[in-house]
């Protein structure tokens, strides 16, 4: 469904290469969960595969097709992206929002048929978010915004979601429902769910795959009990102060 | 459409059409509605009546009409583009370069000599509009370009200080242009609907209606912007071209009422808010006829005011607007949750 064929992301500038060469191909329903520390290259990597960014070199294939090199309204259709960014704007309406995620898919007025109407009803349901239509979007908590997000991300009927780091901001029952949500997606809709979290337990819990970035422009890829197995996610995450411990699945301060 | 937005736009449309017909009836001269809306169709085209209401009251209206219409839809685009719920043409300073321009270009006339002079004036109603319209890009690029970098509330605020730098630079260069080549252009004391000549009305009524096409043609992909440049182009946005489009029509709706008009106040700023609270969305497209209707009802009511018959001529348009739309801004301003977390 998705492959990275000698996929190298970063910046032609002074933060350069990132990530170099990566190859590896993703089944369809696959609940993906990228893991990393800070400046790893976690968003860079998204923001290439969903081709926001131009990539440096190979290409990211979305059944065959490289996505960097689709026109944007055919992208639009295939590939949907959740991010960081929490978008205000005044007067706009938690259904204006989701209905943007039908906008690939309508004419020039963008004026939704029967059948928009109904993916967006769906996707508001899906996500959790059917209680907040008709409320503005503004006035949504942290974790409401994320959901209507998801549901828009959902009724633009995607074969790849893309959701960066979008957990940041919940508190951990939210962040529980909101992976498993998508997990259930992935796994109903035979979408293939990137995301890439901070949350390392939930993540090594959840995710069908990990794809670990060490820092150091290498990336592992597995399920999850193979990596820990394997001693990477120590690997990556162990500093001065902790250490993973695999048979516990969580940190320890180093005495 | 939804029910909301054709049922505010046909109410708008009612009111917008009655005040019309008080505006051409009224004035020092009272007129009974029905004999002004007969003048109007020219049934009684001999007589003071039909003179009164064709060719002082009628271009009075239809300026008013096109320029409200322009400046609410105009407001829209520019909050949408800025992503800025308090921008339009006169709060970030296009009106004010629009008039920038124009200045320089009667300045340069007037300094280059009889002739130059004697072309402007020869091509008074393009040269104007072509001038005005290079100050509003202008300073539409350098608000765009800033606004990349400065909060909301700060960009309002460096809007209107340019614009109060472009106003004093206007009324000098006024100053020794018409010392130095005699009266070209009389500049504006303050913004007003009764200076535009008839034969100046089609162009302000052409840009006008090419401006408001091209928001129409720009609608959809506006609406992704509201979230943002990244989700725009997740779902399928040109980013920079929808950008260049949406300021092109900006200027078009824009530059033309700083031409004829002057810097008309605080209808492109609160027109689009009233808009969003009409159709119950910020979805572009619904927004632009409530936008243009509810901009020139505004702008008429304001232009009544100014003309109702009064003991002696002493009210200015923009104190009108002022007095009803610097309120709404400051309540804006104090509970909209989207200026208050901005960004």
């Known amino acids: 469904m998705l492959a990275l064929e ?9 933060r350069g290469v990132v990530l170099r060469d990566v190859r590896l191909e993703v089944q369809a329903g696959a609940f993906v969960c990228i893991l990393g520390r800070n400046g790893a290259g976690k968003s860079t ?13 190979g290409a990211a294939r979305l059944q065959g097709e490289a996505i960097n090199q689709m026109r944007p309204a055919v992208r639009a259709r295939r590939v949907a992206v959740v991010l960081t960014e929490r978008p205000a704007s005044p007067g706009l309406r938690v259904d204006d929002v989701v209905a943007l995620g039908r906008q690939p898919f309508t004419g020039w007025d963008g004026r939704m048929a029967p059948e928009d109407e109904r993916i967006v009803e769906e996707a508001l349901a899906r996500a959790g978010a059917s209680g907040f239509r008709g409320r503005y979007f503004d006035h949504l908590s942290d974790g409401e915004r994320q959901r209507v997000m998801i549901a828009r991300a959902i009724a633009q009927t995607p074969r790849l979601m893309v959701l960066d780091e979008i957990t940041a901001f919940l508190d951990l029952p939210g962040r529980v429902e909101v992976m498993s949500l998508l997990r259930r997606h992935a796994h109903e809709s035979g979408t293939v769910v990137l995301l890439s979290s901070h949350d390392l337990d939930l993540s090594l819990q959840l995710a069908d795959s990990v794809w670990l970035l060490d820092g150091g422009g290498d990336l592992k890829v597995g399920p999850p009990g193979e990596l820990t197995r394997a001693g990477h996610i120590g690997a990556a995450f162990d500093t001065a102060e902790i250490t993973f411990a695999p048979e516990l699945g969580r940190f320890q301060l180093r005495r | 459409m939804p029910v909301r937005v054709t049922t505010s736009s046909l109410v708008l449309l009612a009111a917008l059409l009655a005040l019309a017909i008080y505006a051409l009836a009224r004035g020092q001269i009272a007129l009974p509605f029905l004999e002004a809306i007969k003048a109007l169709f020219g049934a009684e085209s001999e007589g003071l009546s039909g003179q009164i209401v064709r060719e002082i009251r009628l271009p009075r209206v239809l300026a008013a009409v096109l320029a409200g219409s322009a400046l609410g839809v105009g407001g829209v685009l520019m909050q949408a583009l800025f992503r800025n719920p308090v921008a339009d043409g006169w709060s970030l300073g296009l009106l004010a370069g629009g008039q920038l321009g124009v200045a320089l270009t009667v300045t340069a006339a007037a300094f280059a000599g009889p002739a130059a002079v004697s072309f402007l004036t020869l ?18 690029a350098a608000m765009l370009a800033l606004g990349r970098r400065l909060s909301a509330i700060t960009l309002l605020v460096v ?7 472009a106003q004093g630079l206007t009324s000098v260069l006024l100053h020794f242009a018409a010392r130095a080549g005699g ?3 009389g500049g504006w004391s303050d913004a007003s609907f009764a200076g535009v000549q008839p034969e100046s009305l089609p162009w302000l009524a052409v840009p006008i209606v090419a401006g408001m096409v091209l928001a129409v043609a720009t609608a959809k992909p506006l609406s992704s912007l509201l979230l ?36 008309v106040s605080f209808i492109g700023l609160i027109v689009p808010h009233l808009a969003r609270a009409l159709a119950g969305s910020a979805r572009i497209l619904p927004l632009l006829p409530i936008a243009a209707l509810g901009g020139a009802l505004l702008a008429l009511a304001g232009d009544a005011i100014v003309h109702a018959p009064w003991e002696q001529h002493f009210l200015h348009l923009n104190a009108i607007l002022a007095i009803v739309g610097a309120p709404a801004v400051i309540l804006l301003l104090v509970f909209s949750p989207a200026l208050r977390g901005w960004r």
């Not at chain 2, 300021?247 to 031409?259: D, I």
């Open chain 1, 45 to 57: 990597l998204m923001r290439t595969i969903a081709g926001l960014q131009a990539a440096l070199g």
């Open chain 2, 183 to 185: 009266r070209v252009y």
């Open chain 2, 228 to 263: 943002g440049e990244n989700y725009a182009q997740s779902l399928g946005v040109r980013v920079g071209a929808l950008r260049r489009l949406a300021l092109t029509a900006t200027v078009m709706l824009v530059a033309p009422v700083v031409a004829f008009c002057g810097p």
């Open chain 2, 159 to 165: 809007g209107l200080m340019m614009g109060f730098t």
């Open chain 1, 6 to 14: 000698d996929l190298s992301a970063g910046y032609h500038n002074a």
């Open chain 2, 123 to 140: 091509f008074a109603g393009p040269s104007i509009t072509l001038a005005a319209a290079a100050g509003v890009a202008l300073a539409a």
